[in-house]
């Protein structure tokens, strides 16, 4: 049986610039790393919450799964106008915030490598409230 999401992987050009981008700007903390044999650095875990992690390898961008329909991963935040606030303090492009077709606060954003990012926080009419715990 399937309880829940347990990662997002994704494909980066540079290994560090993506580490300090979800460590430092998005505020995940680092879990564990993949080294070749030789020593060099070549994957990152980075724990998002709960159970849930970011995973990143360094590779070409052309590596992608041909035809992914890859759209966007949603990071839920607690206060969005906030978190939004802190992101442009620290030099981050964020839309403004906006209220979703689902009823939820969305703002948007993207890593180092383009990879959309979508901040998303639930009020008491989200289409999701059933579900959430």
């Not at 992987?9 to 564990?32: K, N, T, W």
């Not at 906030?82 to 703002?107: C, F, I, N, Y």
Request: with cysteine; glycine share 10%.
């Amino acid at each position: 049986m399937i309880t829940g999401l347990a990662h997002v992987c994704f494909v980066v050009s540079d290994l560090q610039a993506s580490i300090r981008f979800y460590r430092d700007v998005l505020g995940f903390r680092e879990a564990f790393a993949f080294h070749r044999d030789d020593g060099t650095h070549f994957g990152q875990y980075l724990h998002a919450g709960g159970r849930c992690f970011v995973e990143l390898f360094v590779g070409d961008l052309a590596e992608r799964a041909e035809g992914q329909s890859y759209k966007h991963i949603s990071l839920e935040v607690d206060d969005i106008e906030a978190t939004v606030a802190d992101l442009r303090a620290k030099g981050v492009e964020v839309t403004p915030v906006k209220m979703g077709a689902d009823h939820s606060w969305q703002a948007w954003l993207a890593d180092p490598d383009g990879n959309r990012i979508e901040l998303h926080g639930y009020t008491a009419d989200s289409l999701q409230s059933a579900w959430v715990e």
